[in-house]
């Protein structure tokens, strides 16, 4: 079955530092890739999405940025922090009608 | 652009009485509909799922999902609430064209006793 593993959990940054956050997928290949993004008492915004390795499509103008090295992995990255970036990271996968999603990052940016 | 709007961010019911979330998308060729449920911290739970086939889905803890094509629609009922049933919901659209997976707004269910 697919699994999606994301990590770390929880995670507290200064503003202006860097951010790597990696997911990674097993038992299936090529999927469709998501970076979502839920504010507190908000809905899930897609930040990211990849149908492939190196394919990048962005929904919203920020300070973000996701790359994807492997079929496997998807990364969300910034350079500088702000405070605004605070808030849970969820990684979700899929193809046609089988979505996974990982259990998500709760990033607490100070 | 596509879009999934989730009409009403709080719904409040009594138990027992109907629930009625609504969902619409918007798609020129029907997408993968899906309905999932949010608990307070915890991660994401499919209830239900439209594909193709028929379009009335029947999911888990007696939800059940018609996807409309004329109205563009795919509401999210139960004939009798309980009060396990307080969450978040959330509609998704998978569109097959591009990919993308996108999200509604959420409706926040309260379960009155």
């Known amino acids: 079955s697919q699994t999606i593993h994301q990590w770390p959990a929880t995670l507290v940054q200064p503003v202006g530092s860097p951010l790597s956050l990696e997911c990674t997928v097993e038992?299936?290949?090529?999927?469709?890739l998501y970076w979502y993004r839920q504010a507190a008492g908000r809905g899930l915004q897609l930040l990211f999405y990849s149908v492939g390795i190196g394919q990048i499509s962005s929904e919203v103008p920020q300070n973000l940025s996701a790359s994807r090295p492997q079929d496997r992995q998807f990364i969300l990255s910034s350079k500088k922090l702000l405070l605004s970036d605070s808030g849970f990271y969820l990684c979700?996968?899929?193809?046609?009608?089988?979505?996974?999603f990982g259990s998500g990052t709760q990033l607490s940016v100070l | 652009a596509q879009s999934v709007t989730q009409l009403g961010s709080h719904v409040s019911v009594s138990e027992g009485a109907l629930v009625l979330l609504r969902c619409n998308y918007s798609?020129?060729?029907?997408?993968?509909l899906f309905w999932y449920v949010q608990y307070p911290n915890q991660g994401l739970q499919l209830l239900l799922k439209?594909?193709?086939?028929?379009?009335l889905v029947k999911g888990i803890n007696g939800f059940e999902a018609e996807f409309k094509k004329s109205e563009t629609s795919f509401h999210l009922t139960k004939p009798s609430a309980h009060m396990s049933d307080a969450a978040e919901y959330f509609c998704?659209?998978?569109?097959?064209?591009?990919?993308?997976?996108?999200f509604g707004q959420g409706t926040e269910l309260s379960v009155k006793p």
């Open positions: 798609s020129s060729v029907p997408p993968y």
């Open positions: 998704a659209c998978h569109y097959n064209q591009g990919g993308k997976l996108i």
């Open positions: 038992g299936t290949s090529n999927p469709n």
């Open positions: 439209y594909t193709t086939g028929a379009t």
């Open positions: 979700a996968g899929g193809q046609e009608e089988k979505l996974f």
